[in-house]
């Protein structure tokens, strides 16, 4: 079965910066980021296709960048300018059918999640 292992989290201080790794046993599919924090729904956050094709969530727009090695079967999230309102866990995802979607449902696997905490 396909298995993704997220790495990275952490704690930081506002304006740091950290970032995520996620390891997956697949290649060629689109692979992405959705966070939640406690009380709240979970939240796309973004995405990238094999072809390294983007797509953020205006939240962390202009702050988050994801990016991919296909070689080594690797996304990051490289997260700068961090917030407070940051703080969640965050799960890599993956689906074969290799497209866009903000919804989870849509996706077929997920990572256990890292844990990010922003202090202020």
């Known amino acids: 079965q396909v298995q993704l292992v997220e790495s990275g989290g952490g704690l930081v201080q506002a304006g740091g910066s950290l970032r995520l790794s996620c390891v997956a046993s697949?290649?060629?599919?689109?692979m992405g980021w959705f966070r939640q924090a406690p009380g709240k729904e979970r939240e796309f956050v973004a995405a990238?296709?094999?072809?390294?094709?983007?797509r953020y969530a205006d939240s962390v727009k202009g702050r988050f960048t994801t990016s991919r090695d296909n070689a080594k079967n690797t996304v990051y999230l490289l997260m700068n300018s961090l917030k407070p309102d940051d703080t969640a866990v965050y799960y890599c995802?993956?689906?074969?059918?290799?497209?866009?979607?903000?919804?989870?449902?849509?996706?077929?696997?997920w990572g256990q999640g890292t844990q990010v905490t922003v202090s202020s």
């Open positions: 995802v993956a689906d074969p059918r290799a497209a866009f979607s903000v919804g989870p449902s849509w996706y077929n696997y």
């Open positions: 697949i290649h060629t599919y689109v």
């Open positions: 990238i296709t094999p072809a390294t094709n983007t």
